[in-house]
Every structure is written in structure tokens, then in C-alpha cells.
């Protein structure tokens, strides 16, 4: 049995003492789901850092991933991608199916240059 595993058996137990009569009383805590209100025993401190280091190495992943600047494009057949120009912003270049062209749009189609 694992350590979580463990540490869960162990807050589970509690669970009886709130249960059966003529036990000694248990601390609980309270949650709401929109209407519904629900007591538990509180969770061990144990159980408490474990999530806390759980979640804290989940947001560290999470935050390696969304760092990463940019957007991954797939490159489809006869569907094609348009960027400005760096050095010039006024012209668009195309690429479509491997051939790039540079240009910009005219009535809403685009215009190759030369």
C-alpha cells in the first residue's frame, strides 16, 4: 500500500467515530455544492501536505507547457497560411502547398507581387 493509499485508509476510519453514537466527537469541516451543503471529517495534516506538494508539482507542469511562446500550427493540403512580412508589414506572405508566395489581399483575394 502506498503512502496516499494509506494516508486515505487512515482519514476514512475517522469516518465511523462521526457515525456510530456515544463516540468522541470528530473535527469537521464544511463544503457547499451550490445547494448542498456537506460535513467530513477534516483531512490529516499528512493528507493536507501531500496534495499540497501534488498540485504544486501539477502547476509546475502545467506552467513548463503554457510557457512556451507560440502556437503549433498543422500545415493541411491546399489550405493556406498567411504571416506579415517582418521587415515590412504592409506585405503578406502565403504558403500553400509547399510554394510561398509574398503579396497582399485585393477585394478580399490575394495578389501575388511579381
Same mark, same amino acid.
Given at each position: ?7 486515505? $485508509? ?21 463544503? +457547499? #455544492?451550490?445547494?448542498?451543503?456537506? +460535513? ?7 493528507? $493536507? ?21 507560440? $502556437? +503549433?500550427?498543422? $500545415? ?25 508566395? +509574398?503579396?497582399? #489581399?485585393?477585394?478580399?483575394? #490575394?495578389?501575388?507581387?511579381?
Amino acid at each position: 500500500m502506498d503512502n496516499l493509499t494509506q494516508l486515505r $485508509v487512515q482519514d476514512m476510519t475517522m469516518t465511523d467515530s462521526i457515525i456510530q453514537p456515544g463516540a468522541k466527537k470528530v473535527k469537521t469541516s464544511k463544503t +457547499r #455544492f451550490g445547494s448542498v451543503t456537506v +460535513r467530513a471529517p477534516a483531512p490529516s495534516e499528512a493528507l $493536507v501536505q501531500h496534495s499540497v506538494k501534488a498540485s504544486t508539482q501539477a502547476l509546475e507542469r502545467v506552467t513548463e507547457r503554457l510557457a512556451k511562446a507560440g $502556437v +503549433r500550427l498543422s $500545415v493541411k493540403k491546399n489550405v493556406p497560411l498567411y504571416w506579415l512580412e517582418s521587415d515590412n508589414p504592409d506585405v503578406m506572405i502565403r504558403k500553400l502547398n509547399g510554394k510561398v508566395e +509574398r503579396g497582399s #489581399f485585393v477585394d478580399d483575394v #490575394f495578389k501575388a507581387i511579381g
